[in-house]
């Protein structure tokens, strides 16, 4: 939960929704201090002290997005892709040398079983394109259902390929992944982004087809 002495702060924008809180919730809990970001600072403030009487305890606090990523030292971005491009460009301005991780898949509704690359590849690339060289954009989560994260206390059977250029940032992410209960695997630069955004589609299909909830994926073959 630190860097060096420094507790660090996460802001996750679009907590309110189910992939975000889950996160949100289970980084809290491992001592991290927690924003939840939102369009609407009511609703973001709303939802945190909801959650903080579930979980008895102040664990987390709620702000508009922006707000939220101009404190925040990490960023992770948790909205639909039809809203990813309008909420970067509305945080940009906070996010210069901050780690953004990015677990946006590019569905295409209604065809959300189908693999859609968007124009620029994958979620994670557009958001480096668009918000230049100073942001370390880490690509991850894509593959864990939030079904899987709604129970806190619970380790989550699925790994999460983490992809970007920044090997220290990666390592930082690789960290948030295991205090969400999960393993975290370096899988190399960005642009493989596209292989683990694609595999959401893939893992949409087999949920319907086998009728479960939260079908995940296992990297074999490590220690
Ligand atoms: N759900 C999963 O199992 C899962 C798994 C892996 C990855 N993901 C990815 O994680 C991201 C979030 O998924 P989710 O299921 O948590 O989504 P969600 O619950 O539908 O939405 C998350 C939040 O995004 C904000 N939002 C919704 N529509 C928006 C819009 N038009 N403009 C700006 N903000 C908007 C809302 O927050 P406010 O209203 O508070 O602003 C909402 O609570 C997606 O990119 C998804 O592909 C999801």
Known sequence: MTDGAMVLTIAVLGGTGKEGSGLAIRWALNGYKVIIGS??????????????????????????????????????????????????????????????????????????????LPEGKAAGLEAQALLGDGVNVISAFQNVSAEKLKDPTTQVDCDVLVCGDNVEAKSQVIKLVEAAGMRGIDAGPLANAVAAESLTPVLLYINKTYKVKGSGIRITGLE
């Open 39 to 116: 369009r609407d600072a009511t609703k973001a403030s709303e939802f945190a002290n909801t959650t903080n009487a579930e979980l008895n305890g102040e664990y987390l606090v709620g702000m508009a997005n922006e707000e939220a990523a101009r404190i925040a030292d990490i960023v992770v971005l948790s909205v639909p892709y039809t809203a990813h491009r309008s909420t970067l460009e509305g945080v940009r301005a906070h996010l210069h040398g901050k780690v953004l991780v990015d677990l946006t898949v590019p569905l295409q509704p209604p065809a959300v079983r189908t693999v859609h």
